[in-house]
């Protein structure tokens, strides 16, 4: 009965539904390919945007823990400052992920953390974690006010 239903969801016969979820998964990663690649490009004409203008707060809705990384790492090369990306929403809060070349960010993310309910941490020049906070003003209002 189970197959049954299945073989109904996948339009494939009974015996056939092995080569269907096949097919499915391999039109899984094909989409997941395109995306990655199409993020990439989003990323890359951002950091085009922002080329030079230092330090800057970007916020990408939408995306993946490694999405918000791969976009700080493209933003970070072409800013000349710190590149602080955001994605999130209300509910559930905010990932983000800082970089900046040669920087030292792990005062600022712990101040970040501190201040925003969040978690995480990483290298001198890197960081990434979430933040419980559900006002993205917060994340900005922290921002203006953060002093070194």
């Keep these: 009965a189970q197959n049954r239903q299945v073989s ?9 539904t092995a080569k269907a979820v096949q097919n499915l998964a ?32 970007v916020r990408m809705d939408g995306l993946t823990p490694d999405g918000v990384r791969r976009a700080a790492i493209a933003i970070q090369e072409t800013c000349g400052g710190r590149a602080a990306v955001f994605s999130g929403d209300e509910e559930s809060g905010y ?42 003003a917060d994340v900005q209002n922290f921002l203006v006010n953060y002093h070194e």
């Design 95 to 136: 990932k983000y992920a800082v970089g900046q070349v040669d920087g030292d960010l792990r005062d600022w993310v712990k101040a970040l953390n501190t201040a925003l309910s969040g978690r995480g941490g990483g290298k001198p020049g890197f960081c990434q974690g979430s933040l419980a906070c559900t006002d993205f």
């Design 26 to 57: 391999a039109e899984l990663e094909s989409k997941k390919q395109q995306l990655f690649q199409l993020e990439n490009a989003q990323f890359a004409a951002k950091a085009e945007e922002l080329r030079g203008q230092g330090d800057v707060l």
């Design 8 to 16: 109904q969801q996948l339009s494939a016969k009974v015996k056939e």
